[in-house]
T-cell receptor, first 113, second 113 residues
Framework: DAGITQSPRHKVTETGTPVTLRCHQTENHRYMYWYRQDPGHGLRLIHYSYGVKDTDKGEVSDGYSVSRSKTEDFLLTLESATSSQTSVYFC????????????FGPGTRLTVL | DQQVKQNSPSLSVQEGRISILNCDYTNSMFDYFLWYKKYPAEGPTFLISISSIKDKNEDGRFTVFLNKSAKHLSLHIVPSQPGDSAVYFCAASGVQGAQKLVFGQGTRLTINP
């Protein structure tokens, strides 16, 4: 298994509070991604990174920001959490392959009350 | 606009029989297609992929077929085993920029003894 960890694994927070999720990899892969998984929607890309300090928006980026100051860490921040951001969040990594095979972390279940 | 669609939310198959999971896409510029398997409380794991220049790829009990003219791919699992019970996502890459995947909604496969 690819060395990807996510923290925390579970979090319950209140509307309006800031939340930061962390993804850590030991594979030295260049690309890192944040997805959210919701019933009926599959996996949707929030933000991704193609190198240290290089990030870009995905399909559902509103309300989220990211930072990548080191190759191994990719942070996802909800500046002011809303109930619509209750979801399961997955981090993924990949190298420069034609198939773009990505390896996923175990996920973080976030509940915003 | 859902570029990758899995129209069957669930599928139930008897152990030992063939499972066929389907996926349709709208963008003819996709150049790679992937299948992922996901167990509850875990991250998705890569299963098999196929390049758009091929129409079939096989790996043990898993075979993916690609019909470019119909913009359709399918995953065949033969014979189906209880451990195959999971949610299966198809994904496509190659259009939205380097190293990004577009996922379908997922199909929950249940293998009955």
């Amino acid at each position: 298994d690819a060395g990807i960890t996510q923290s925390p694994r579970h979090k319950v927070t209140e509307t309006g509070t800031p939340v930061t999720l962390r993804c850590h990899q030991t594979e030295n892969h260049r690309y890192m991604y944040w997805y959210r998984q919701d019933p009926g929607h599959g996996l949707r890309l929030i933000h991704y990174s193609y190198g240290v300090k290089d990030t870009d928006k995905g399909e559902v980026s509103d309300g989220y920001s990211v930072s990548r100051s080191k190759t191994e860490d990719f942070l996802l921040t909800l500046e002011s959490a809303t109930s619509s951001q209750t979801s399961v969040y997955f981090c993924a990594i990949s190298e420069n392959r034609m198939s773009n095979e990505q390896f996923f972390g175990p996920g973080t279940r976030l509940t915003v009350l | 606009d859902q570029q990758v669609k899995q129209n069957s939310p669930s599928l139930s198959v008897q152990e030992g029989r063939i499972s066929i999971l389907n996926c349709d896409y709208t963008n003819s510029m996709f150049d790679y297609f992937l299948w992922y398997k996901k167990y509850p409380a875990e991250g998705p794991t890569f299963l098999i992929s196929i390049s758009s220049i091929k129409d079939k790829n096989e790996d043990g009990r898993f075979t993916v077929f690609l019909n470019k003219s119909a913009k359709h791919l399918s995953l065949h699992i033969v014979p189906s085993q209880p451990g195959d019970s999971a949610v299966y996502f198809c994904a496509a890459s190659g259009v939205q920029g380097a190293q990004k995947l577009v996922f379908g909604q997922g199909t929950r496969l249940t293998i009955n003894p």
